[in-house]
């Protein structure tokens, strides 16, 4: 018959402090994750690389580099400040929202065991906040005409008769703040 703090020893192992035993990973696994996430990371970039390698050669023989580099430009820049901004306003609420919730004096799980899962969650908030603002990032890069138009935008000379507006705004501002 088992009981039940052979069974908490066994799934909750302490050294003789009574501080919870540290799970070490070893140095050949450590490598191997490094060396596996660096192979996904070497082909991502190959692939995007290939892929403007490309965009760019057809841009240049038909004689518009320019418009290639400024479409460019435009992408990189809306991820990254999309991708910045996003971040800064998530994880700051979700700071905001720690510091804001009431502390309850009871706590349910032993304060050995629970120091564990309060490094993995906060390493996970980081990683999804990191994940999430790349993935906003690449939906805002995706309007990079919209943006180009906005802040390219030319009158046309022409007001609508219904809302006295320049045709030009329903043109080039309405899809921007929309």
Same mark, same amino acid.
């Given at each position: 018959?088992?009981?039940?703090?052979?069974?908490w020893?066994?799934?909750?192992?302490?050294?003789?402090?009574?501080?919870?035993? *540290?799970?070490?990973?070893?140095?050949? =696994?450590?490598?191997?994750?490094? /060396?596996?996430?660096?192979?996904?990371?070497?082909? /991502?970039?190959?692939?995007?690389?290939?892929?403007?390698?490309?965009?760019?050669?057809?841009?240049?023989?038909?004689?518009?580099?320019?418009? !290639? $580099?400024?479409? &460019?430009? $435009?992408?990189?820049?809306?991820f990254?400040?999309?991708?910045?901004?996003? @971040? /800064?306003?998530?994880?700051?609420? &979700?700071?905001? $929202?720690t510091?804001?919730?009431?502390?309850? @004096?009871t706590?349910?799980?032993?304060? =050995?065991?629970?120091?564990?899962?309060?490094?993995?969650?906060?390493?996970?908030?980081?990683?999804? =906040?990191?994940?999430?603002?790349?993935?906003?990032?690449? $939906?805002?890069? @995706?309007?990079w005409?919209?943006?180009?138009?906005? !802040?390219?935008?030319?009158?046309?000379?022409?007001?609508?008769?219904? !809302?006295? *507006?320049?045709?030009?705004f329903?043109?080039? =501002?309405?899809?921007?703040?929309?």
């Amino acid at each position: 018959m088992h009981s039940f703090e052979k069974d908490w020893q066994r799934w909750f192992p302490e050294s003789r402090d009574g501080e919870p035993v *540290k799970l070490a990973w070893g140095r050949r =696994t450590t490598r191997a994750i490094i /060396i596996v996430a660096a192979a996904i990371i070497l082909l /991502i970039v190959l692939a995007i690389s290939k892929g403007l390698y490309t965009e760019w050669l057809w841009f240049s023989s038909l004689g518009y580099g320019s418009v !290639f $580099a400024t479409i &460019l430009k $435009a992408k990189v820049l809306l991820f990254f400040s999309a991708a910045i901004l996003f @971040g /800064i306003l998530f994880f700051g609420n &979700l700071v905001l $929202a720690t510091r804001l919730a009431p502390s309850s @004096g009871t706590h349910f799980w032993p304060w =050995t065991i629970a120091r564990q899962p309060q490094r993995i969650y906060k390493w996970g908030v980081i990683l999804g =906040t990191v994940l999430l603002s790349i993935m906003f990032g690449l $939906a805002a890069q @995706g309007n990079w005409q919209i943006v180009l138009q906005f !802040f390219n935008g030319q009158p046309f000379g022409i007001t609508d008769p219904v !809302f006295n *507006k320049e045709i030009g705004f329903y043109v080039f =501002t309405l899809p921007f703040l929309h």
